[in-house]
């Protein structure tokens, strides 16, 4: 049997587990909690493979000196991906113990039992997998000969392994690390990225331990946090900058087209004679920047002791961060560990790792003390990469009976990945201040899982495709990973595109698309989210529409299907929001509702409301008001139906939900409305311009 990829890459089973605590498992896959549930879910599948209690599985938070490069938490691709490496490591590590127990047991390794770590035979006698040498049975690399156990049978999910201490209150975030002798930092911000520090009073700054000038990179060390503030506020008036014009962006599809370099055709499928197209149909799509917009700002904390450095981050990958942080510094990767604590909400590459690198610049003034950053909310709003513009235009050939014969799907964008430690540049915001300069344009990875791209190739059976990229090299705005990349916008546009052609074709927007299906899973979660929401009798009423869309993530993660209903007068209210999701095998079925709510919701806040705003000197919403999110008295109910098939692997889910919802959403109000808002986000401006 294959090795799953990520235990090829570490295959030692000691790795990942470790027996060596009396009566406890230790899990170690180097990936982070999120607020995704995703330790309480490795926690699950190393109890059930193992045949141990869950509570004696303990999975700690990833450090860069412990356990697997687990990569970035991203990509909804932590159990398809880590999941699956732990199940295996865990069978062969079963095995090992198991063989070793009917060795000391001088029983056949077919007749015994294992029942909460402990191995029985037949008469009764036994041994636990901690009275073996567990250590050096896993001291071993995984062959593949062994095979996971089937799944068992569905029970209560395992209770979350991280909500205890956050609905308690309990310190456990790393804005409350509070470590001895503790000092804050601030930074002050320049006006623009590459900004040139031509002068500042440093003794405007009264009362602190220090302040740090490197280069454009200007901040302060205090005692006390109010202190600090203080002080970065007297050191910013006095502070002179030598600052470039801001790209102008403020229409981003002439933005996009006039810098776009790089054009790549993904997809040329002519297919058979298109004899049959009678009309060709086109529209555009766009979507505006976006913020991380996390509710509490980004944190870091640092301490340097004798030429080495610790850092504690909500970043999404410990060791991406670590070696981003040695080569800014230009140390060895052994010398710069970094400890994973959580945060606030994180959908992506937000400012986590460039608030930790600020504490580490800032920590290098005062050794032997550890300092901590948190960001303002202007930071937070202004400073960390936002999702990047994009643009769709989408054209399709259809017959005489309304049916897709030819379809054609351009994206305009930059790129979508700049994390930390992911290429030869540390990109980071304040490795870039330092040396003076921009950080570096945002790249793509290759499909399928793609950035820009993603989502591009639609889900339905086309006779003839042509895809195409378009993109742009600019390094500012600074754009980089948000929360399912360009899969929001391509699926959005994809779907919007769809219920278009449907009423041309003066067809059912459910039937139109299952005529295009051919695959059964989709088919599936989209006739189930139907059903739910009671599609058939629908009656929106006045100013009422409901709109459906489906989709499955980068084409090869969770099917997610959503009916969304909505009301249309003096603004968009949604009603309610029915989401249908088939993640494969299903480990928490909580966790994956939790997931599907999360995504919808987030959704539902960008289809309608955000949108970074710019001005001459760059982006100007740094505040909730000029950059609003959805309200707690917005929320729409979320129902969310899941397919569960144990016979098949687990797919990623996390991001599944965003493009089918802003698809819903959009296809709802062109219901009530009878027009399409084709450009996000669906102000009632927008919907004023769209009536004409």
């Not at 000038?213 to 007297?234: I, N, S, Y």
């Not at 004798?306 to 060791?319: A, L, P, Y």
């Not at 936002?386 to 049916?403: E, H, I, Q, Y």
């Not at 968009?572 to 993640?583: E, G, I, N, P, S």
Request: aromatic share 4%; charged share 20%; with cysteine.
């Amino acid at each position: 049997m294959r090795v799953p990829r990520a235990l090829a890459a570490k295959p030692r089973l000691g790795a990942w587990l470790d027996l060596s605590e009396p009566g406890v498992v230790v899990v170690t896959t180097g990936k982070v909690e999120l607020g995704q549930g995703v330790l309480t879910a490795f926690a699950a599948i190393a109890a059930h493979e193992l045949d141990v209690d869950p509570a004696r599985v303990r999975v700690p938070a990833a450090r860069t000196d412990r356990g697997p490069d687990g990569g970035v938490t991203a990509g909804s691709m932590s159990l398809s991906d880590a999941g699956a490496a732990l199940r295996q490591a865990c069978a062969e590590a079963r095995a090992a113990l198991v063989a070793a127990a009917a060795a000391r047991l001088h029983v056949p390794v077919a007749r015994l039992v294992v029942r909460d770590g402990h191995v029985r035979a037949p008469d009764g006698s036994g041994i636990g997998y901690w009275q073996l040498d567990a250590t050096r049975l896993l001291d071993r690399a995984a062959d593949g000969h062994v095979r996971p156990k089937p799944p068992g049978p569905s029970g209560p999910d395992l209770p979350r392994l991280d909500l205890p201490g956050k609905v308690l209150g309990r310190p456990r975030y790393v804005h409350d690390l509070r470590l001895p002798g503790q000092l804050y930092g601030r930074v002050v911000r320049p006006p623009a990225t590459g900004a040139v520090l031509t002068g500042v009073d440093p003794g405007a700054a009264v009362g602190v331990t220090a302040v740090v000038r490197d280069g454009g990179f200007l901040g302060v060390v205090a005692e006390r946090e109010e202190v600090a503030v203080r002080a970065a506020a007297a050191l910013a008036s006095t502070a002179r900058w030598d600052v470039a014009p801001a790209p102008d962006v403020g229409d981003v599809r002439r933005w996009l087209r006039d810098t776009a370099t790089e054009h790549t055709v993904v997809i040329d499928e002519p297919g058979p004679a298109t004899s049959g197209v009678v009309t060709d149909v086109r529209a555009s799509y766009s979507r505006p920047f976006l913020a991380h917009a996390s509710v509490a700002p980004s944190c870091g904390v640092a301490l340097w002791t004798d030429g080495r450095v610790r850092v504690w981050s909500h970043t999404q990958g410990v060791h991406p961060l670590r070696r981003a942080i040695a080569g800014a510094l230009d140390l060895s990767p052994d010398d710069v560990v970094v400890r994973h604590v959580e945060g606030a909400g994180c959908y992506g590459h937000n400012g986590a790792d460039d608030a930790a690198f600020d504490a580490v610049l800032l920590a290098r003034a005062v050794p032997g003390r550890p300092v901590q950053v948190v960001w303002s909310r202007a930071d937070e709003l202004g400073a960390a990469p936002f999702g990047p513009a994009m643009v769709a235009d989408l054209a399709a050939g259809v017959d005489a009976d309304g049916c897709v014969r030819t379809w054609r799907h351009e994206t305009w964008s930059q790129g979508h990945t700049s994390r930390p430690g992911s290429g030869r540049t540390p990109d980071l915001r304040a490795a870039a201040d330092v040396a003076g300069r921009a950080t570096a344009p945002a790249a793509d990875p290759p499909l399928p899982a793609g950035g820009a791209l993603r989502n591009a190739d639609p889900i339905y059976a086309f006779p003839a495709r042509r895809v195409v990229g378009h993109l742009s090299r600019a390094a500012a705005p600074r754009a980089s990973a948000l929360r399912s990349l360009g899969a929001f916008l391509n699926v959005f546009a994809i779907e919007s595109f769809m219920d278009e052609l449907a009423a041309g074709a003066g067809a059912d927007p459910l039937a139109y698309r299952r005529a295009h299906l051919a695959d059964p899973r989709a088919r599936a979660v989209l006739e189930r989210a139907a059903a739910v929401a009671g599609w058939a009798e629908r009656d929106a009423g006045p100013h009422g529409g409901h709109g459906i869309a489906v989709a499955r993530y980068k084409g090869i993660g969770a099917y997610c299907a959503v009916v969304a209903e909505i009301e249309a007068a003096h603004e968009v209210r949604v009603r309610r929001l029915v989401v249908a999701v088939d993640a494969g095998r299903v480990i928490s079925h909580d966790g994956l509702v939790n997931q599907m709510e999360g995504g919808a919701v987030q959704a539902t806040s960008w289809t309608l409301l955000e949108q970074v705003r710019f001005d001459r000197d760059g982006p100007s919403s740094t505040d909730w008001s000029s950059y609003p999110i959805l309200r707690f008295s917005q929320v729409p109910p979320v129902t969310v139906e899941v397919t569960d098939r144990p016979g098949e692997p687990s797919l990623g889910a996390g991001e599944a939900a965003q493009g089918p919802t802003a698809a819903a959403l959009a296809n709802a109000v062109r219901d009530a409305l009878g027009v399409p808002v084709r450009d996000l986000p669906l102000t009632p401006e927008r919907i004023i311009a769209a009536l004409g």
